[in-house]
T-cell receptor, first 119, second 117 residues
């Protein structure tokens, strides 16, 4: 079974509008971490936001927020006020196990969603 | 601070040749990872090291692939002999020790794009 599922191969959004990129995950481990990375056309991987499984509040980093619904095992990325520079591939990833566990730092990635921001 | 440094950025080689990809992690990071990205399979973890010791190499495709980390500031991924299906972008990433930063955050290099003809 896929551990990370991103069901939207591509998304389009108008500049200055908000967009939600979907991510669902599958794990039986009570301790885990969820990440979102951005990969622009230049190819580098850029960290955006992190949510720990025990975090009570949804993570936010500037225009990025993570809509964490633990019971539904979803960790959607919300980008507010989209900019042309947000056009990129976006990856959801999961670390299973807590910090210090043997899987520390070992991330499983989804297939990604290509976001295109229109002017 | 310098990020993760990978070389070469681009490599074009012929089938059967040996390929060596190099990585310098961020100073002070205890973990080093090699990932491969292809259109078909996405991002796959090949191997990772903790304090220079290989911890999990279950993602290494076959014996043609080998990785070493002789010291805390250098790692290599070697493919010998290379095949066209090895064409991909190979990322090196490092992560700080447990208890620092965001647990498990990976800091990626810019990747090495390999083309095997």
């Amino acid at each position: 079974a896929q551990k990370i599922t991103q069901t939207q191969p591509g998304m389009f959004v108008q500049e200055k509008e908000a967009v939600t990129l979907d991510c669902t995950y599958d794990t039986s481990d009570p301790s885990y971490g969820l990440f979102w990375y951005k990969q622009p056309s230049s190819g580098e991987m850029i960290f955006l936001i992190y949510q720990g499984s025990y975090d009570q509040q949804n993570a936010t980093e500037g225009r990025y927020s993570l809509n964490f619904q633990k019971a539904r095992k979803s960790a959607n990325l919300v980008i507010s006020a989209s900019q042309l520079g947000d056009s990129a591939m976006y990856f959801c990833a999961m670390r299973e196990g807590g910090a210090g566990g043997t899987s520390y730092g070992k991330l499983t990635f989804g297939q990604g969603t290509i976001l295109t921001v229109h002017p | 601070d310098a990020g993760v440094i990978q070389s070469p950025r681009h490599e074009v080689t012929e089938m059967g040749q040996e390929v060596t990809l190099r990585c310098k992690p961020i100073s002070g990071h205890d973990y080093l990872f090699w990932y491969r990205q292809t259109m078909m399979r996405g991002l796959e973890l090949l191997i990772y090291f903790n304090n220079n010791v290989p911890i999990d190499d279950s993602g290494m495709p076959e014996d043609r692939f080998s990785a070493k980390m002789p010291n805390a500031s250098f790692s290599t991924l070697k493919i010998q002999p290379s095949e066209p299906r090895d064409s991909a972008v190979y990322f090196c990433a490092s992560s700080p020790r447990v208890g620092t930063g965001r647990a498990g955050e990976l800091f990626f290099g810019e990747g090495s794009r390999l083309t095997v003809l």
